[in-house]
């Protein structure tokens, strides 16, 4: 039996609408990444700024998110909407129908600005959602709820995206260096996906070594405990964050729960991931 994996989120029920560029710190950090992909990232080495720390509520949840660019960033590369911080504190607000694409129909489109390189890639993520999953990313000729993919930085390797279905035009912003797993793993967030080390059941399994994190980020390891964990976590799943994630020292700073290493992947979907995403959109 294969096992399932990674976060399901209710309750998105935004309307986020923002245009954002920036990433500027990428490069230079990204390269002193220990990982053998030379692309590893999504959105997590953007200066800091403590002052960009918030304090929310998220599914009646205690969250701290960053501030940056208008944008509220939760968990680095995931953005919440100023209306879903504010409804925060209100659990099942929204229900489940809110978080999901209806009948798992995506539409999007792709910014005039994103270069041909880049446009291979999302066609190719694309792919792998149309003929994996029961989501079907269909170009748009005029719906109004819809994803944009935007280019992100012509120097970086990141990407972030908004979170589960969120109504009108929300994003997926694409650096000019990222990976196509990294494309799928920031569409797997606009289809309502977090990340695996947040789930509740993780410490059986990871472990978080606090002391090896950059100073202000250790609120991205949190354990996220208000949405729903489908199957069994998968250290595999490309919603994974990877072992020297906000490493302030090249350490890492996510093994395995006794101790020893883990390859993340960013190579495209386990069978967990196809068998998350579709017990989310049977
Ligand atoms: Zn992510």
């Known amino acids: 039996m294969k096992k399932q994996s990674n976060r399901l989120f209710y309750r998105q029920i935004l309307t986020g609408k923002t245009v954002f560029m920036s990433f500027l710190m990428a490069a230079t950090l990204i390269s002193c990444s220990k990982n053998n992909e030379e692309i590893t990232s999504e959105a997590q080495t953007n200066a800091f700024n403590a002052d960009n720390l918030k304090k929310g509520q998220l599914n009646g949840q205690d969250i701290t998110y960053e501030r940056k660019n208008g944008m509220?960033?939760?968990?680095?590369?995931?953005?919440?909407?100023?209306?879903?911080l504010s409804e925060g504190?209100?659990?099942?607000?929204?229900?489940?129908?809110?978080?999901?694409?209806?009948?798992?129909?995506?539409?999007?489109?792709?910014?005039?600005?994103?270069?041909?390189?880049?446009?291979?890639?999302?066609?190719?993520?694309?792919?792998e959602y149309n003929n994996k999953t029961n989501t079907q990313w269909i170009y748009r000729t005029n719906q109004s709820n819809y994803v944009e993919f935007i280019?992100?930085?012509?120097?970086g390797s990141d990407g972030w995206a908004h979170i589960g279905y969120q109504g009108g035009k929300q994003n997926v912003s694409l650096d000019?260096?990222?990976?196509?797993?990294?494309?799928?793993?920031?569409?797997?967030h606009t289809v309502g996906l977090y990340h695996e080390h947040t789930r509740k059941d993780r410490d059986?399994?990871?472990?978080?070594?606090?002391?090896?994190?950059?100073?202000?980020?250790?609120?991205?390891?949190?354990?996220?405990?208000?949405?729903?964990?489908?199957?069994?976590?998968?250290?595999?799943?490309?919603?994974?964050?990877?072992?020297?994630?906000?490493?302030?020292?090249?350490?890492?700073?996510?093994?395995?729960?006794?101790?020893?290493?883990?390859?993340?992947?960013?190579?495209g979907f386990t069978t967990g991931d196809i068998n998350t995403i579709n017990a989310m959109y049977p």
């Open 151 to 155: 280019f992100g930085s012509s120097s």
């Open 72 to 84: 509220n960033f939760f968990e680095g590369d995931m953005v919440l909407s100023d209306k879903q």
């Open 176 to 188: 000019q260096y990222i990976s196509v797993g990294s494309v799928i793993h920031e569409m797997g």
């Open 89 to 127: 504190n209100e659990v099942n607000k929204g229900g489940a129908s809110y978080s999901r694409w209806p009948s798992g129909k995506i539409y999007y489109t792709i910014a005039s600005n994103m270069g041909s390189i880049n446009v291979n890639k999302i066609n190719s993520a694309i792919s």
């Open 204 to 267: 059986q399994y990871v472990k978080i070594l606090w002391n090896n994190i950059q100073s202000g980020q250790s609120h991205n390891f949190n354990i996220y405990s208000s949405g729903t964990d489908i199957g069994s976590f998968n250290i595999n799943s490309v919603m994974m964050y990877w072992p020297t994630s906000y490493s302030k020292n090249g350490q890492p700073t996510i093994t395995r729960a006794d101790n020893s290493s883990f390859t993340y992947n960013r190579t």
